[in-house]
């Protein structure tokens, strides 16, 4: 990474007090940005933020007055906002059962924080003549996901959202698309660890995740995709179109 490569950037990472999203805040702050780091673990969310030179904001991404108050707090504090990650996020833990709440709350978090997040930034990102937004999704949004359907249906939504979203804000100057990894190497896969290892499928560290993250800033693409698989290089999934439909008589 080029030490300027955010210089005067303003950045938003959300779920950042842990995992892919500290080591996001680390990278981009490490490249010159100034980071807001939103989490509602306020304890290591300030962590995060005091070592990067940051600012730590509490953020519930479910609500969206959170969203839009750590989007404030990026104007206010270091004077617009250029990129927004909206990484939290939350696993259900498996299939035990149907739980009225518990499928709430994943799709609360999942996809209404990514909705909202969105929607904070737009206004901030337009008032700078344009941005880029990164909602980090799943390969589980990608393919059918078995042991974890909730989750699956969740970034499925994320991925068909910033598909849907991203042609009509272009024409602004804002970039948005998803970010999918396979299985990372952070808590939110300790209850499928076995799972995984039982499948003998690879587990990726967290550094290369955020270097594919920062290929999808570079892009100049938007309403993309991209997957992050063990071994490959990352890149837009290709989606395949529906059939024409048939005229009738």
């Not at 750590?70 to 059962?97: M, P, Q």
């Not at 969740?154 to 979203?165: D, G, I, M, P, T």
Request: proline share 6%; hydrophobic share 50%.
């Amino acid at each position: 990474m080029n030490d300027e490569a955010y210089r005067d950037k303003v950045a938003l990472v959300t779920g950042a007090a842990h995992g892919i999203g500290a080591a996001v805040a680390r990278r981009l702050a490490g490249g010159g940005a100034r980071v807001v780091v939103a989490d509602l673990d306020a304890e290591a969310g300030a962590a995060v933020a005091d070592e990067i030179g940051g600012l730590f904001v509490p953020c519930d991404v479910r609500a969206a007055g959170d969203s839009a108050a750590a989007v404030e707090a990026a104007v206010e504090e270091f004077g617009g906002l250029d990129i927004a990650c909206l990484n939290a996020g939350v696993v259900t833990g498996g299939d035990g059962g149907f739980d009225v709440e518990h499928y709430r709350e994943v799709f609360a978090v999942n996809v209404d924080g990514v909705v909202y997040g969105v929607q904070a930034a737009l206004p901030a990102l337009r008032a700078r003549g344009g941005g880029r937004i990164v909602a980090v999704a799943s390969l589980a949004g990608l393919v059918p996901v078995p042991f974890d359907p909730f989750y699956g249906a969740s970034k499925a939504a994320v991925v068909n959202y910033v598909r849907s979203l991203a042609p009509l804000i272009a024409h602004e100057g804002i970039r948005l698309n998803a970010f999918c990894p396979s299985f990372t190497d952070t808590t939110a896969i300790d209850g499928f660890r076995g799972f995984i290892r039982d499948a003998g499928l690879p587990v990726m560290e967290v550094a290369t995740v955020v270097d594919a993250v920062e290929s999808v800033l570079a892009s100049p693409g938007t309403g993309e995709a991209w997957y992050v698989q063990s071994g490959r290089p990352s890149e837009p999934m290709a989606f395949a179109s529906p059939p024409d439909p048939v005229p009738t008589a």
